[in-house]
């Protein structure tokens, strides 16, 4: 949702009907969701700079052509959002269906079960079925589907002793790169790529976590919103029942430790 603008003038907006009274500045999200009307989004979250790239989150309003994402417009004086039109729930839609058509679906053994913001989202927008038939994607060995070594398909990266990295349930949302930026400031991470190419990349010759600058704050993981990057304990012991935030002397970050 981006940093909450708490300074700025009162600007007046109506959202789905609502008159709602923010600071000048604050996202279209943000100000749904101080009013109470939750957005889909996926590269969103609270304690990030807003990025704009899953394009779940868009909402049409009046006088405005296309349909913006809510999390990178800010608000104005007199806008009249829609954030659940029948148009805008469309293409939520058609974009859930792109991203669960590029991602395994193994959601029943799959360590983030039920923990998961991909799943969330999926239910969330509505999304019954996948139109689009198997064929190129990042999550199956080609030998897997009979044919020629996938292109696109990464291992796992297993090197990191706290958390394994899984490239083919990576969404590109960037939340683990900006993380390791905004939160730790340790820029370990980036984007390799382009368009359907692109993925996260340690960025180091071996592009592996152990190779890079991680610190394995797990500032990454606390960011991923699908089982990309997982905590092995987790992995190991299943999902936890409680969580425990504690800040621990070595950087700070306030990493949240979760135990059965
Ligand atoms: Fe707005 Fe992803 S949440 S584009």
Redesign the pocket.
Known sequence: MGTPARDGAPVVLTIDGFEVTVPEGMSV?RAAAEAGLDIP????SDNLE????????VVEIEGRRGTP????TPVAAGMVVRTQSPKVQKIRRGVMELYISDHPLDCLTCAANGDCELQDMAGAVGLRDVRYAPGDNHFETRAEAGGEANPLYVPKDDSNPYFTYDPAKCIV?SRCVRACEEVQGTFALTIQGRGFDSRVSAGTPADDFLTSDCVSCGACVQACPTATLQEKSVIELGTPTRSVVTTCAYCGVGCSFKAE
């Open positions: 999200m989004k996926l590269c969103a807003a990025f704009g790239s899953c394009r779940l989150c994402a809510s999390c990178t949302c």
